[in-house]
């Protein structure tokens, strides 16, 4: 028994010291929960004091812009349309750094500027809508006369409403090439994707009727144009586009891996040397198929290059 004993003495002479250190241990413990708190509370006054002014700042921008500021929302804005077209200096400038390094030109800024105010005049005088985010749009647009194509010929795979065809005419314009616009495109009263027909978010019934009316709209009249209705896969349509070498070609059509490989051979067929081949949607996760189909395309025995990437875009030069 005195092992017991002894634990007994020793735990009765350490209950003192054992009590005080709880409470030296519990009077740190509310010090330090005074001082969290006191700590906790001053950063929450700066926050509020921060939500109070950004408020007030956000108050007075409202203000300030008053209708005018609601009607550019409306005109440009998620307000007025699916896909905002409102940018701000910092996507210029990325733009701007795609474009040249795609192009190998020092100075694209004024090129992406330029490309935004035609797409702002396109949207607002066609019907429907011109497909496509912002960033991609504009893209498209600076790039590919930036390239200089050799000729005027353009044969763009799926058109939705004709609105790009129309604005890429213009572009071509811009460098002094003489447009004509080939277009293959099922019209199946809506957009098709993945085999499914759905309404578009416009509207407006997706036509040949509103396709040709959208490139009068943008300045491309009847007779620079030839619409093939029908899919690039069909080998009597393919025969019917091969009648020419075209200088640049938009493939926006079936974006399936199998949909984009048909689209790349008849490529390789029709596009004319030093031509440029713009693969729509090329690295967005939407459509893995798109990038996949390119590059196993570019992996083998082919005429083309890839030049570039701008935004959601890949530029393919033809040798």
């Known amino acids: 028994m005195p092992q017991t004993w002894g634990q007994t003495a020793t735990k009765r002479a350490l209950k003192p010291v054992i009590f005080r250190l709880d409470q030296h241990i519990n009077r740190l413990a ?3 929960a005074r001082q969290v708190n006191e700590e906790t509370q001053t950063d929450v006054r700066a926050l509020r004091a921060e939500l109070a002014e950004l408020r007030a700042d956000l108050a007075a921008s409202r203000n300030q812009l008053g209708p005018m ?10 307000a007025g349309r699916a896909k905002s077209r409102v940018v701000d200096d910092a996507l210029i400038t990325l733009l701007a750094g795609q474009v040249e390094r795609a192009t190998g030109l020092p100075d694209a800024r004024n090129s992406v500027v330029q490309a935004y105010r035609l797409l702002f005049e396109l949207e607002l005088r066609g019907v429907g809508r011109l497909a496509g985010g912002v960033k991609n ?11 200089e194509p050799p000729n005027g010929e353009i044969l763009e795979i799926g058109t939705l409403y004709g609105i790009f065809a129309g604005g890429m005419a213009r572009q071509l314009n811009r460098i002094g090439l003489d447009h004509q616009i080939t277009i293959v495109d099922p019209f199946m009263g809506g957009q098709l994707q993945r085999g499914k027909v759905r309404q578009d978010a416009s509207g407006s019934p997706v036509t040949e ?3 040709r009316a959208n490139l009068q709209l943008a300045g491309v009249s009847g007779d620079r ?5 029908g899919y690039s896969e069909d080998l009597e ?7 020419r070498e075209y200088g640049v070609m938009i493939i926006d059509g079936d974006h399936s891996a199998e949909g984009v490989a048909v689209d790349l051979k008849l490529a390789e067929l029709v596009v004319a040397s030093g031509g440029i081949v713009v693969i729509d949607d090329y690295g ?17 025995e082919t005429r083309f290059d890839l030049v570039g990437v701008v935004a959601t875009s890949a530029f393919l030069r033809a040798r």
């Open 284 to 300: 967005d996760q939407k459509w893995a198929g798109v990038k996949l189909a390119t590059t196993e395309h570019l992996a083998g």
């Open 237 to 243: 349509i393919q025969k019917s586009v091969s009648d």
């Open 137 to 147: 749009v504009l893209g498209k647009l600076a790039t590919t006369p930036l390239l």
């Open 225 to 229: 144009v030839r619409v093939v209705q």
């Open 30 to 32: 509310r010090l330090r």
């Open 209 to 211: 009727v509103v396709a």
């Open 69 to 78: 500021g609601y009607s550019v929302e409306l005109l440009l804005g998620s």
